[in-house]
């Protein structure tokens, strides 16, 4: 399946409904079955995927409709993990969860999510997971000598299951670092723990890293100027990174490396419901271009586009592949 | 008919068995319609607020789908009532209670019934605040003089100073993990003469110098009113600061309109009696049923005869006065002594007719922008069956327009009068009440934290300590992990 030049994608999640917000806390408090939920989820991806390929995004994802949050997806399948189910009363709020003992490996079960997703589009398909770093800072460690041991941990359990994926056919994979930006000084360990769990996972990989989407608002604030020199040593292909919100002038940074890493430039801001232009779009992957060469970026929102309206989502999604088309153009002469 | 005892002052209660004794004796004389009584609900206070809006005895119907239901509601204050008026203005009340008695005491409106929110007492309030110094001028007395304390808590020293330390040590824990941005925006909407502002910046300044810090020049403070007038006062308050301090109109149900360049950037956003002063609506429970309160603002005939006399304005003029004060101001009349006079006497007389109508649910309410229904129905589910409490509409509106300045590590600190939990409407009377000229209301600030809380902000109180017998609180924001 070949891409376009500029190819357009989403950062995981799509826009989640209220109704089905109200519907996965109703499961929480057992007031619907696990059957019923599965059956309202899988309507739920279908309708985020038809969404993205009217939108005409290149890239797909199952819009993360499945997940309550960045971490409780993985807390709850991670082998040796505990988790308290009677800690939270709302569907987003996280659970509490801790970890006593060596996590042994076992496999997690989100393979079929990637084929439920793989089967109902022809598009490119894009799976995405957590990475070991951010889930340390959610999920409580009672057992190991340190974040980065028991980061390293999760790294070498999840790699199976990224093995698996690609088995099941899966060709690009993102691992999620949002808590990067806010422990810098953890970076060094946290590229460490994605080598380990990326390792010998044969997929064009990203590692997206923003400043925070919880409740749809930055969590930190700052520039990538922290990312370096560490990050050079990630074996990722890609980095996907927040520009949109905060404005390009980073971008600099990322010209001395622009043969290292394909970069998946945010031209969405996800945290604002104003719907950019595609003038706008054009405009802000034109200044990308102008530090990193066309063919290396990909172009996305900031981050996922969970907390958007689905109108605005959808929108924003139309206006970005919009914006990539006008450059094509141009750049096609 | 139901008895609700809802807040009686200590040593009151005489006066409470006197109510209940009046009116069984009422109903033994006849003096009760047996049809008015299966539908009535007596409601019996103590109004905080000496100045307010009530009468000693209140009659309130009930509409439903345009209908008045047989339903009704008579409030009696005990701290306005007199024995000797009691049975007279109960009896009053009663056979105006009916829902084929249409009769009031002689009343002249000022307005057709409205949600509170935007009745006329909230144009008057306005012109208090627009005409403030002449207002001063006339009673003699500054406005802070009119506070429980005679001064705002806004100013205590004290507190100030510890703000000054709690936010220094917030700026270091933060350059610890060196996410120290380059500018540190400081916000204070509603910053009156500039005291406050001026206190903490000197106060912080010379902190910084202590600890040798460097964060003083990275400070960019923001005041914040919408008064112009204010502001130019404020610049001179802040001359020493004059480099770091820039003057903002803002309306502070809406900071964010003019503001919104800094959106997630501002460390420290503050709102000193601001929240209590904006207007609000306000909801009924009555057996778990939904009802909102409408009003109408009146003055009774006497006090329009006796003020038009006083202040030698035909009576057929009145309303046609009033329209010129709110909408031109006191200095509009033959003379500013004759307009303030009349302003002040006026004031005081106003009352507000209030009746409940009857709502199928939240969606029908008019919830500030960004409340959704669905973030408050489980507080209102969880609330008492009878319950009367604030939506804070003008405090909600602006606390949801003002978070999103917030930097991801910033602090909003509220100080103002708040219910911090829905409950505590069952204890105590929380507005409205005037304040000199000004309106006075509790702020819900049940309602705020759950407003935060969906919007993904940790919101908790702490009691004002520097101060004793203090019903302020602050309110404390960040943004929740």
């Not at chain 1, 807390?75 to 987003?92: C, H, M, N, T």
């Not at chain 1, 980065?148 to 899966?170: H, P, S, T």
């Not at chain 2, 008019?366 to 589910?381: M, Q, R, T």
């Amino acid at each position: 399946m070949s891409l376009p030049l500029l190819p357009t994608g989403v950062v995981g999640s799509y826009s989640m409904p209220g109704w089905l917000e109200r519907l996965k806390t109703e499961y929480i408090l057992r007031r619907i079955s696990r059957l019923e939920l599965d059956e309202i989820h899988d309507t739920a991806v279908k309708a985020a995927i038809k969404d993205q390929e009217v939108a005409g995004v290149d890239i797909i994802t199952d819009g993360e409709l499945r997940r309550d949050n960045l971490i409780d997806y993985f807390a709850e399948r991670l082998p040796g993990v505990q988790i308290d189910r009677a800690s939270k009363k709302f569907y987003y709020d996280f659970y509490e969860s801790s970890v006593r003992g060596r996590m042994p490996v076992a496999a997690l079960g989100i393979v079929p999510d990637f084929k439920f997703l793989a089967a109902n589009t022809d598009r490119a398909a894009k799976f995405c997971v957590t990475g070991p770093h951010s889930l340390v800072k959610r999920i409580r460690n009672e057992f190991y000598k340190s974040e980065e041991e028991f980061a390293l941990d999760i790294a070498r359990v999840m790699n199976l299951e990224l093995k698996e994926l690609v088995r099941a056919g899966l060709k690009y994979l993102q691992i999620d670092e949002p808590y990067y930006s806010g422990f810098p000084e953890d970076l060094p360990w946290g590229v460490k723990t994605i080598n380990t769990l990326v390792e010998g996972v044969d997929a064009r990989i990203t590692l997206h890293i923003c400043y925070g989407n919880r409740y749809g608002k930055p969590t930190w604030a700052g520039n990538y100027q922290y990312l370096f020199p560490a990050i050079l040593d990630a074996k990722v292909h890609q980095l996907s990174l927040e520009f949109a919100r905060r404005g390009g002038e980073d971008l600099d940074l990322f010209k001395e490396f622009s043969g290292r890493f394909e970069i998946g430039v945010g031209v969405i801001d996800v945290k604002d419901h104003e719907v950019e232009t595609p003038d706008l779009v054009a405009e802000r992957i034109r200044k990308a271009a102008a530090s990193v060469p066309a063919e290396k970026l990909f172009v996305l929102p900031d981050c996922g586009c969970l907390h958007l309206p689905q109108s605005v989502a959808f929108a924003k999604l139309q206006s970005m592949v919009r914006g990539a088309q006008i450059v094509r153009k141009e750049l096609k002469g | 008919m139901i008895l609700h005892i809802n807040h009686v002052q200590p040593g009151r209660s005489e006066s409470t068995s006197g109510v209940v004794a009046t009116l069984l004796s009422l109903l033994e004389a006849g003096d009760i319609d047996p049809n008015t009584l299966g539908h009535l609900n007596v409601h019996i206070d103590w109004l905080q607020y000496k100045s307010n809006f009530r009468e000693p005895v209140s009659t309130r119907r009930v509409l439903k789908d345009d209908e008045l239901l047989p339903l009704s509601e008579i409030a009696v204050d005990l701290r306005q009532i007199q024995p000797d008026a009691l049975r007279r203005s109960l009896s009053e009340a009663l056979n105006g209670a009916g829902p084929d008695s249409l009769e009031t005491p002689k009343r002249v409106y000022l307005e057709d019934f409205t949600p509170t929110r935007s009745s006329i007492i909230w144009t008057f309030n306005a012109i208090f605040w627009k005409y403030l110094p002449i207002w001063e001028d006339a009673s003699g007395k500054g406005y802070e003089k009119a506070l429980p304390s005679g001064q705002s808590d806004g100013h205590n020293i004290q507190a100030i100073t510890d703000s000054v330390q709690e936010f220094w040590e917030q700026l270091h824990s933060i350059e610890a993990k060196k996410l120290l941005p380059p500018e540190i925006y400081i916000l204070e909407i509603g910053v009156g003469t500039g005291e406050r502002a001026r206190r903490f910046l000197d106060g912080f300044k010379a902190l910084d110098q202590e600890k040798g810090t460097g964060y003083y020049p990275k400070l960019r403070f923001l005041a914040g009113d919408y008064s112009k007038a204010t502001l130019h006062r404020v610049m001179e308050s802040l001359v020493d600061h004059r480099d770091m301090a820039t003057f903002v109109e803002v309306d502070a149900v809406d900071p964010f309109k003019a503001l919104s360049h800094l959106r997630y950037k501002v460390m420290l956003i503050t709102l000193s009696n601001v929240y209590d002063n904006l207007p609000t609506d306000e909801l009924v429970l009555r057996d778990g049923k939904l009802f909102f309160v409408e009003v109408r603002a009146y003055v009774a005939a006497t006090e329009v005869a006796r003020i038009c006399e006083k202040y030698q304005i035909p009576v057929s003029d009145f309303e046609k006065s009033v329209h010129k004060l709110l909408e031109q101001g006191p200095e509009k009349f033959d003379t500013l002594q004759q307009g303030v006079g009349f302003w002040m006497e006026l004031w005081d007389a106003v009352r507000l007719e209030e009746r409940l109508v009857s709502a199928h649910n939240l969606q029908e309410a008019h919830l500030p922008n960004a409340v959704k229904p669905s973030h408050i129905e489980g507080l209102i589910e969880a609330a008492p069956a009878n319950m009367r409490f604030q939506l804070s509409s003008g405090a909600t509106e602006s606390f949801a327009n003002t978070i999103p300045l917030l930097h991801p590590k910033g602090c909003l600190q509220v100080q103002d009068i708040f219910v911090e939990r829905l409950n505590d409407y069952l204890h105590g009377f929380r507005g409205p009440g005037k304040m000199d000229g000004s309106i006075v209301n509790w702020v819900n600030g049940a309602f705020l934290a759950e407003v935060g809380k969906q919007a993904g902000y940790d919101v908790h109180f702490k009691p004002f300590k520097y101060r004793k017998g203090s019903k302020t609180t602050i309110l404390y924001t960040t943004q929740r992990e």
